[in-house]
């Protein structure tokens, strides 16, 4: 719930979201983040230790969300992912973010 107001009131370029929040619930608190014109265009990454409901699937595509099940190497999809989002240049990462997103390209290439 404190970041249903806080997101609202700064300035954020991608969130990463667990769906499974301790006082609501991940899908109630991405309804009311996108109910704020100005964070329509907030990159969403929803990050969870679990396959999603039907319910919760069709709330994440309705925002557009990218999707990333916790796991063996998911690490590195979300680092990959909040690269993409953020448009941050390879070179400007540490050697370790590196050399993990070159492993995990390589992988899928």
């Given at each position: 719930?404190?970041?249903?107001?806080?997101?609202?009131?700064?300035?954020?370029?991608c969130m990463i979201l667990d769906l499974g929040l301790p006082?609501?619930s991940g899908v109630d608190l991405l309804r009311k983040l996108?109910?704020?014109?100005?964070?329509?265009?907030?990159?969403?990454?929803?990050?969870?230790?679990?396959?999603?409901?039907?319910?919760?699937?069709?709330?994440?595509?309705?925002?557009?969300?990218?999707?990333?099940?916790?796991?063996?190497?998911?690490?590195?999809?979300?680092?990959?992912?909040?690269?993409?989002?953020?448009?941050?240049?390879?070179?400007?990462?540490?050697?370790?973010?590196?050399?993990?997103?070159?492993?995990?390209?390589?992988?899928?290439?």
């Amino acid at each position: 719930s404190e970041a249903a107001t806080k997101v609202p009131e700064g300035h954020y370029d991608c969130m990463i979201l667990d769906l499974g929040l301790p006082d609501m619930s991940g899908v109630d608190l991405l309804r009311k983040l996108k109910l704020h014109d100005e964070l329509t265009r907030l990159p969403i990454i929803i990050y969870t230790g679990r396959e999603l409901t039907a319910e919760e699937l069709a709330v994440v595509d309705e925002y557009g969300a990218s999707t990333i099940i916790k796991g063996v190497n998911s690490h590195q999809k979300l680092l990959d992912e909040t690269t993409l989002f953020l448009h941050r240049v390879e070179k400007d990462l540490e050697d370790d973010q590196r050399q993990m997103l070159r492993r995990l390209h390589d992988r899928v290439s």
